[in-house]
């Protein structure tokens, strides 16, 4: 319906400008036609071979304005809102996924760095890079997955998730201070077992883990190493 090429390396291909408007800026409606296919679709192909420093997709807000006293003010930058109000099969099966990242460096020659999200919040009274927020009444609690999926049968000693903590030294360099690291002890169908590892920067930084929990050789036994 609507295509724009613009080869001109210094053109704006297309430019909006909404001042005070209280209406949505761009609207896509799409009833019960998008069974494959994306609403917004952007491709980029990049062939660069020098040092180069794009932004596919970016979003710059700026507050100029002074809120009034009394007054409460919400800002989002972006709002995902999915619903499945529909009364669906017994047997049938249902995923949303909010948001779904997938990089991935496909030739390992180099010095490869791969950052799925980078959340950097600071200025305010309370700063919280990520809150995980459950509102069902029900008795179940926020939850975070960390799903390790090599599409190939499991290993014992497989390492299944990190949490690494780090912050800088008085030469401000970048140490690893603590560790949180699950592992599989046992990989064997029908007898899995897990490891915990929780672990410290030593005298020399050097990373050591002081307490480890791991699957025990009888049921719901646990070893605490």
């Not at 997709?57 to 006293?69: E, I, P, S, T």
């Not at 000693?157 to 046992?186: C, K, T």
């Not at 672990?199 to 190493?225: K, P, S």
């Amino acid at each position: 319906l609507l295509q724009l090429n613009s080869n001109d390396v210094d053109q704006v291909a297309l430019d909006i400008n909404a001042v005070n408007t209280t209406a949505n800026i761009i609207d896509i409606t799409a009833d019960d036609v998008l069974t494959s296919g994306k609403a917004l679709h952007i491709d980029i192909n990049d062939a660069a071979t020098t040092a180069v420093t794009p932004t596919y997709l970016h979003f710059d807000f700026d507050k100029d304005g002074v809120v009034g006293a009394g007054v409460t003010s919400t800002y989002t930058a972006f709002d995902i809102d999915m619903d499945d109000a529909a009364t669906n099969n017994g047997s049938s099966t249902v995923t949303m996924t909010g948001l779904d990242i997938d990089i991935v460096s496909a030739n390992a020659q180099g010095t490869l760095l791969n950052v799925g999200a980078t959340i950097n919040v600071k200025g305010a009274d309370t700063n919280i890079n990520l809150l995980l927020e459950n509102t069902i009444n029900d008795s179940s609690g926020a939850n975070l997955r960390f799903l390790k999926d090599k599409g190939a049968a499991a290993s014992d000693n497989d390492v299944v998730g990190v949490i690494e903590f780090n912050g800088d030294n008085d030469a401000q360099e970048e140490i690893q201070y603590a560790q949180i690291a699950v592992e599989v002890a046992d990989a064997s169908d029908g007898t899995e077992g897990g490891r915990l590892l929780l672990g410290v920067a030593t005298h020399d930084g050097e990373m050591q883990f002081g307490l480890v929990l791991e699957d025990g050789d009888a049921e719901d036994e646990i070893d605490a190493i």
